[in-house]
């Protein structure tokens, strides 16, 4: 769903927001900024999210995400000058804003600082909050960018401070725009210039996709909400893209992977994400309330030539297994997404659902789907073989019988 909302910034002209809902309340956020003229001063294409760890009464600590930003607003956004500089304020949900403060000299233009405000007396975020009042977390960034270039940072992006943890993906800025149209020239983040990803290898059909001979990496995977770990996914990941013909084999790296994602009681989200990969999302669900299974997946991701690739498909159903137990199989897997996307798993084991203490329970293995699926067949074929043999006896017996009459 792609909403519009127009709001006025006070001397600064019309500010276009378009916020691109995403999965499990995932936003993208766009701020086109103008001056009295009309003109773009300020751009701005980001994804982010907050985590917040916070002592409750019970003199435990707790933590929350913050990824819903439906309600942003941008009052405070500036164009700014090289006196006054220029600023980015988004203010969202119950007391939360968001600043980036720009600096501009004479031939660069700096991201100065980050400032993240958050305040617990919110009860709805933080309804068991020990403390209760506004908390600001600032951090110093001083990152220069050549003037009239535009920031580029697909990959996460992390600031750590105090009890907040913020993430910042998909990320395209430019301050102090010239002459009202912002630049194509694009200036890398240091993790977007060591993109790195298998050459694709163009083969004869769609459906022909190389495999590499080396496996995956296992990569280890959680999700947390505020009562501790409920989620938990190991396996090592093989992704098989075609587009145009041309197929790719990619295999994930954990130790370059980030991830996130979000636990509910009917659903469960484990979201990965890299320096090419904007998303990978896997959405576990519960069915007839005893067994979940994994339902969807969406990826959208950058390929060799620069192209976006992106898939989704919310009609899977692989990885069922019993609530309460976790999903296990060390052979490899194929779970086939689209005719053009398919995702190779070793080394497999997940558990969405009711994760105790941080560690997997019981797992049903996937070899069991295997003897599930002989037991009928070797029931037929034995069945099969005693009706044949009925039909054997019963032919014998009619046989001799005709003999004794022709004897008589």
Not at 41 to 69: H, P
Not at 223 to 248: E, F, H, I, P
Request: a negative charge.
């Amino acid at each position: 769903m792609v909403c519009f909302r127009f709001s006025r910034v006070p001397g600064s002209g019309l500010v276009l927001l378009c916020l691109v809902l995403g999965a499990v309340s995932s936003y993208a956020l766009e701020l086109n900024l103008t001056d009295s003229e009309k003109a773009t001063c300020l751009y701005a294409k980001w994804q982010m999210n907050f985590t917040i760890r916070y002592e409750t009464t019970s003199k435990n600590y707790t933590i929350v995400t913050i990824s819903d930003f439906g309600n942003a607003t941008y009052n405070g956004s500036i164009c700014g000058d090289y006196q006054n500089g220029s600023k980015i304020a988004v203010q969202f949900g119950s007391g939360f804003s968001w600043i980036v403060n720009f600096t501009k000299e004479v031939s660069t233009y700096s991201i100065h600082s980050i400032s993240f405000s958050y305040d617990t007396s919110d009860n709805t975020t933080f309804p068991d909050a020990k403390e209760k009042e506004l908390f600001t977390v600032k951090d110093t960034v001083a990152f220069g960018i050549p003037l009239n270039d535009i920031f580029r940072c697909n990959s996460v992006s992390t600031l750590e401070k105090n009890d907040v943890v913020q993430h910042y993906w998909d990320v395209h800025v430019q301050a102090f725009v010239q002459n009202g149209t912002v630049s194509t020239k694009e200036f890398l983040c240091d993790k977007d210039k060591t993109l790195t990803t298998v050459v694709p290898t163009t083969v004869p059909s769609p459906t022909t996709t190389p495999t590499p001979k080396e496996k995956p990496e296992v990569g280890s995977y959680s999700v947390k909400n505020g009562n501790g770990t409920c989620l938990l996914a190991t396996m090592g990941l093989q992704l098989n893209v075609t587009q145009d013909k041309v197929a790719s084999v990619i295999n994930i790296n954990p130790n370059i992977t980030h991830f996130t994602g979000s636990c509910h009681s009917q659903t469960a989200l484990l979201r990965l994400n890299s320096s090419n990969i904007k998303y990978l999302d896997f959405v576990f669900a519960v069915k007839n309330e005893n067994r979940f299974y994994l339902k969807e997946v969406n990826i959208s991701m950058y390929l060799v030539n620069g192209s976006v690739f992106s898939i989704a498909n919310n009609n899977l159903t692989y990885w069922d297994a019993p609530l309460g137990s976790s999903y296990m199989c060390n052979k490899e897997q194929t779970v086939s997404v689209s005719g053009a996307f398919q995702i190779n798993t070793f080394d497999l084991r997940v558990q969405p659902f009711n994760v105790v203490e941080g560690k997997y329970s019981t797992a049903q293995d996937c070899s069991t789907d295997d003897d599930n699926f002989l037991v009928p067949i070797a029931v037929g074929a034995a069945l099969a073989g005693v009706f044949i043999l009925v039909l054997l006896a019963y032919f014998i017996g009619l046989k001799r019988h005709h003999a004794g009459y022709e004897q008589f």
